[in-house]
């Protein structure tokens, strides 16, 4: 089988979508499917069985050029290939429902547990700006995205994490962003290396809590969120405000715990690093999401929190006075992180890709 993989390296989101497709590009060849990276529309997309099509590739075309996106599909459609939509946008709602009719998947990193929940209208967009602005009173204006039919929940599934993309410091070197300028070129024919270097969370640790986080956002209940979220930790006389990037990762490094507050979407690329440096990971409750790996499983390999932040205090304290334990935590998330990144988890991502294609 043929898989063209339309797609860009301009976005993080990106580059941890394409990274495990490259990475198992060699697996996956073996068992029979050809995986091949297309960075434009041309009839050569069309030559394939199966195409996968990253949605931050049409990420401007939905305002300016909507129409190129369902002629691509349609296109597609008519030579009986298969579609599959990723949609690596960050939260786990879904502003590209209008796709539906076109695709035979739509998958996402992290999904609602409850896809029921995609027929509901979120007066804001999001599940959680829903619950933040009805608390904070911030401000959020309603808004309006096409829902689907039920008859197409089913095509909702989950892709995986965007794990697998470097969350050391060295990926935001000018070498690493020379690489990334480059990956389109050299992407279908040399092997992709990822080589991650974890910090054993068992190491002498001098800072007790890293939560460093921004306050301006697109969002005001985010922001009233983590407004509220740094009066907390600011009442501990920890220090929320941003610093430069070699000192985050430093005190990342030698952090207990790392708070990471919900964003543009639930996950934070501030969850990898965490994990990454070693950190036990202490955020918002995820149990109403699925994503794969599952990062978050609370008390296992992350500490979650309630929403209203009534119980933050209480998880720090805690954490803080329970070394094995948090240990505990930041080691099974590390292992968890470290074993998807192994030969063996690779064959894994192998496996679920094709599960994906072979789907009834």
């Known amino acids: 089988m043929k898989i063209n993989v339309l797609t860009n390296y301009t976005e993080p989101n990106s580059r941890a979508f394409n990274t ?16 091949n990276f297309i960075f434009n529309i041309s009839k050569k997309l069309f030559n394939c069985d199966a195409l996968f099509i990253n949605s931050n ?3 401007y075309f939905w305002k300016n ?18 579609i599959f939509w990723f949609d690596t946008t960050d ?7 209008e796709v539906m009719p076109f695709v035979d998947k739509f998958l996402k990193s992290h999904i609602l547990k409850d896809k029921s929940l995609y027929l509901k209208n979120f007066r804001t967009g999001r599940i959680f700006t829903d619950f933040f602005d009805s608390i904070y009173n911030a401000g959020e204006k309603e808004e309006k995205y096409p829902h689907t039919e039920k008859k197409y929940l089913e095509k909702i599934s989950i892709s995986w994490a965007p794990c697998f993309e470097n969350y050391n410091q060295n990926r935001y070197s000018f070498w690493s962003k ?27 640790r001098s800072v007790e809590i890293s939560a460093r986080f ?39 490094r030698n952090a207990k715990i790392s708070v990471s507050p919900f964003g543009v979407g639930e996950f934070c690329y501030r969850d990898y690093e965490s994990i990454v440096c070693g950190a036990t990971l202490l955020k918002p409750d995820m149990s109403h999401l699925e994503t794969w790996p599952d990062f978050y499983k609370d008390n296992e390999t992350y500490i979650a929190h309630k929403w209203d932040l009534s119980d933050l205090n209480e998880k720090i ?22 074993n998807a990144l192994s030969a063996s988890g690779i064959k894994k991502f192998s496996a679920r890709v094709m599960d994906i294609l072979d789907y009834n």
């Open 20 to 35: 495990p497709l490259a990475l198992a590009s060699g697996d996956l060849k073996r068992e029979g499917y050809k995986i």
């Open 57 to 59: 590739f049409f990420r």
């Open 65 to 82: 050029n909507k129409n190129e996106i369902f002629k691509c599909l349609e296109t597609a459609s008519e030579k009986k290939i298969k």
């Open 91 to 97: 939260s786990t709602w879904i502003t590209q429902f």
């Open 178 to 204: 020379v690489s990334n300028r480059l990956k389109p070129k050299t992407v279908n024919f040399m092997p992709e290396k990822l080589d991650i270097r974890f910090v054993p969370p068992q190491k002498q």
């Open 214 to 252: 921004g306050l301006s956002h697109s969002r005001p209940s985010v922001v009233a969120h983590r407004k509220a979220v740094a009066d907390i930790l600011h009442e501990r006389g920890v220090d929320t405000s941003r610093i430069p990037l070699p000192d985050y990762f430093e005190e990342m």
């Open 317 to 338: 304290d805690f954490l803080l006075n329970n070394d094995d334990y948090r240990l505990n935590i930041a080691e099974n998330a590390a292992g968890l992180y470290s």
